[in-house]
């Protein structure tokens, strides 16, 4: 399986900062990434897909880049309402086993 | 509007069984491929398996295959996870979440999870 390895595992941030968080793919995944956002006691929650496309209703401050092994999620200002864990997740793979990366929680420095 | 809710979680002995449903409304299990995932605390979620649109393909983790299956019955919108063998392992609140399109990710919905422990 591919391993999704991101960092930094936590990140202290205040309000209004711009916050950028790094994913790595044990190989290529090509374009085939997606970020999550995980509130506590929620489910994950769709970012983006196809490592740009935002998914529905997602604000403009969150933008993803990168291709092959390294991508990033950065955040323009942070907002409160982004306090969370933020996953990638690789789905290159077929049969189909996509798999994540352990988490970046982001919290109020 | 999409509602995925699951259920039949609890705490089973090691080598027991248990069942999952998950219930789904606002779209047709005939047009989504539908997966089951699990996340232990504090940890990634982890993809466990996956039915095609029409019922016909389905994966498994490695984690899982040969212990889990999933199925489902068009008329009561509802996808299963029938969990055999169970092991210690396995406690994780599990999800079940819908494809953006087609059969693969990413995952544009997923329910509030069911949680699933595993003890003796």
């Known amino acids: 399986d591919i391993v999704m390895t991101q960092s930094p595992a936590t990140l202290s941030v205040s309000p209004g900062e711009r916050v950028t968080l790094s994913c790595r793919a044990s190989?290529?995944?090509?374009?085939?990434l997606a970020w999550y956002q995980q509130k506590p006691g929620q489910a994950p929650k769709l970012l983006l897909y196809?490592?740009?496309t935002r998914a529905t209703g997602v604000p403009a401050r969150f933008s993803g880049s990168g291709s092959g092994t390294d991508f990033t999620l950065s955040i323009s200002s942070l907002q409160s309402e982004d306090f969370a864990v933020y996953y990638c997740?690789?789905?290159?793979?077929?049969?189909?086993?996509?798999?994540f990366g352990g988490g970046t929680k982001v919290d109020v420095k | 509007q999409v509602s995925l809710v699951e259920s039949g979680g609890g705490v089973v002995r090691p080598g027991r069984s248990l069942r999952l449903s998950c219930s789904a409304s606002?779209?047709?299990?005939?047009?989504?491929?539908m997966h089951w995932v699990r996340q232990a605390p504090g940890l990634g979620p982890e993809w466990v398996a996956v039915?095609?649109?029409?019922?016909?393909?389905?994966y498994y983790a490695d984690s899982v295959l040969g212990r889990f299956a999933i199925s489902r019955d068009i008329s009561r919108s509802t996808v299963f996870l029938q969990m055999n063998n169970l092991r210690r392992d396995d406690t994780a609140l599990y999800y079940c979440a819908k494809s953006l399109w087609g059969f693969q990710p990413p995952f544009d919905s997923w329910g509030q999870g069911t949680q699933v422990i595993v003890t003796s």
């Open positions: 606002g779209f047709s299990l005939t047009s989504y491929g």
């Open positions: 196809g490592v740009t």
């Open positions: 997740q690789q789905y290159s793979t077929w049969p189909p086993r996509t798999t």
């Open positions: 039915m095609s649109f029409d019922g016909s393909v389905k």
């Open positions: 190989q290529s995944v090509r374009n085939y």
